[in-house]
Protein backbone atom coordinates (compact mmCIF):
# COMPACT_ATOMS: atom_id res chain seq x y z
CA UNK A 1 0.00 0.00 0.00
CA UNK A 2 1.59 3.49 -0.77
CA UNK A 3 0.93 5.97 1.19
CA UNK A 4 1.17 9.91 -0.30
CA UNK A 5 1.56 13.18 2.35
CA UNK A 6 1.14 16.20 0.66
CA UNK A 7 2.51 19.77 2.66
CA UNK A 8 3.21 23.15 1.26
CA UNK A 9 0.15 24.69 0.72
CA UNK A 10 -1.51 28.04 2.53
CA UNK A 11 -2.54 31.39 1.59
CA UNK A 12 -0.36 33.35 -0.80
CA UNK A 13 -1.25 36.89 -2.83
CA UNK A 14 -1.32 36.91 -6.61
CA UNK A 15 1.94 37.05 -8.38
CA UNK A 16 3.15 34.93 -5.31
CA UNK A 17 4.81 31.40 -4.98
CA UNK A 18 4.42 28.53 -3.35
CA UNK A 19 6.52 24.91 -3.14
CA UNK A 20 4.20 22.04 -2.77
CA UNK A 21 5.76 18.86 -1.39
CA UNK A 22 4.71 15.36 -1.38
CA UNK A 23 6.13 12.59 0.49
CA UNK A 24 5.59 8.88 -0.24
CA UNK A 25 6.00 5.49 1.64
CA UNK A 26 5.17 1.99 0.69
CA UNK A 27 5.57 0.75 -2.88
CA UNK A 28 8.63 1.38 -5.53
CA UNK A 29 8.22 5.17 -5.56
CA UNK A 30 10.83 4.97 -8.24
CA UNK A 31 8.78 3.29 -10.72
CA UNK A 32 5.47 5.22 -10.62
CA UNK A 33 4.51 7.69 -13.06
CA UNK A 34 3.36 10.92 -10.29
CA UNK A 35 0.95 13.63 -11.12
CA UNK A 36 -0.31 16.79 -9.35
CA UNK A 37 -3.80 17.02 -9.65
CA UNK A 38 -6.49 20.49 -8.07
CA UNK A 39 -9.72 20.82 -7.36
CA UNK A 40 -11.60 23.78 -7.10
CA UNK A 41 -15.48 23.97 -5.51
CA UNK A 42 -18.00 23.36 -7.33
CA UNK A 43 -15.53 21.87 -10.16
CA UNK A 44 -14.28 18.43 -10.99
CA UNK A 45 -11.04 17.46 -10.52
CA UNK A 46 -8.36 18.38 -13.01
CA UNK A 47 -4.30 17.24 -14.29
CA UNK A 48 -1.99 19.76 -13.31
CA UNK A 49 1.49 18.38 -13.88
CA UNK A 50 2.91 14.87 -14.33
CA UNK A 51 6.65 13.29 -14.29
CA UNK A 52 7.27 10.21 -15.52
CA UNK A 53 9.14 7.51 -13.33
CA UNK A 54 13.14 9.05 -14.21
CA UNK A 55 11.96 12.68 -13.91
CA UNK A 56 12.90 12.55 -17.85
CA UNK A 57 9.37 13.84 -18.80
CA UNK A 58 7.05 16.22 -17.71
CA UNK A 59 3.79 17.38 -18.89
CA UNK A 60 1.45 20.43 -17.55
CA UNK A 61 -1.62 21.59 -18.00
CA UNK A 62 -2.14 24.67 -20.54
CA UNK A 63 -3.14 26.80 -17.49
CA UNK A 64 -0.13 26.39 -15.48
CA UNK A 65 2.71 25.28 -18.18
CA UNK A 66 5.05 28.05 -17.87
CA UNK A 67 4.35 29.11 -14.53
CA UNK A 68 4.81 25.66 -12.77
CA UNK A 69 7.74 22.95 -12.40
CA UNK A 70 7.37 19.51 -11.18
CA UNK A 71 10.04 17.49 -9.61
CA UNK A 72 10.92 14.50 -8.07
CA UNK A 73 13.32 12.98 -5.86
CA UNK A 74 13.77 9.32 -5.78
CA UNK A 75 16.09 9.01 -3.34
CA UNK A 76 14.23 10.52 -0.61
CA UNK A 77 10.58 9.29 -2.27
CA UNK A 78 9.61 13.18 -3.18
CA UNK A 79 7.53 15.03 -6.24
CA UNK A 80 7.31 18.27 -5.38
CA UNK A 81 5.44 21.11 -7.34
CA UNK A 82 7.25 24.42 -7.47
CA UNK A 83 4.41 26.83 -8.58
CA UNK A 84 5.33 30.41 -9.57
CA UNK A 85 3.38 33.84 -10.68
CA UNK A 86 0.09 32.57 -9.39
CA UNK A 87 -3.10 34.01 -9.80
CA UNK A 88 -6.51 33.67 -7.99
CA UNK A 89 -7.94 30.73 -10.58
CA UNK A 90 -5.00 28.44 -8.92
CA UNK A 91 -7.26 28.61 -5.51
CA UNK A 92 -7.68 25.25 -4.91
CA UNK A 93 -7.06 22.16 -3.13
CA UNK A 94 -3.90 20.19 -4.44
CA UNK A 95 -3.41 16.61 -4.69
CA UNK A 96 -0.43 14.45 -5.58
CA UNK A 97 -1.19 11.19 -6.61
CA UNK A 98 0.93 7.55 -8.14
CA UNK A 99 0.37 5.77 -11.37
CA UNK A 100 1.72 2.23 -10.81
CA UNK A 101 1.98 1.94 -14.31
CA UNK A 102 4.82 3.84 -16.05
CA UNK A 103 3.16 6.06 -18.05
CA UNK A 104 1.18 9.45 -18.30
CA UNK A 105 -2.17 10.15 -17.30
CA UNK A 106 -4.05 13.12 -17.09
CA UNK A 107 -7.08 12.24 -15.74
CA UNK A 108 -7.83 11.17 -12.54
CA UNK A 109 -9.10 7.50 -13.05
CA UNK A 110 -5.46 6.39 -14.47
CA UNK A 111 -3.83 6.67 -10.66
CA UNK A 112 -4.13 4.12 -8.13
CA UNK A 113 -3.16 6.30 -4.95
CA UNK A 114 -3.52 9.85 -3.77
CA UNK A 115 -3.06 12.08 -0.97
CA UNK A 116 -5.38 13.63 1.62
CA UNK A 117 -4.90 16.53 -0.59
CA UNK A 118 -3.39 20.77 0.56
CA UNK A 119 -5.22 23.71 0.47
CA UNK A 120 -3.68 26.63 -1.77
CA UNK A 121 -5.46 30.01 -1.61
CA UNK A 122 -4.60 33.23 -3.58
CA UNK A 123 -5.89 36.31 -2.88
CA UNK A 124 -6.30 39.00 -5.61
Known amino acids: QVQLVESGGGLVQAGGSLRLSCAASGGIFSTYYMGWFRQAPGKEREFVAG????????SYADSVNGRFTISRNNAKNTVNLRMNSLKPEDTAVYYC?????????????????WGQGTQVTVSS
Open 51 to 58: ISWNGGST
Open 97 to 113: AARVAPYSGYVPQRYDY
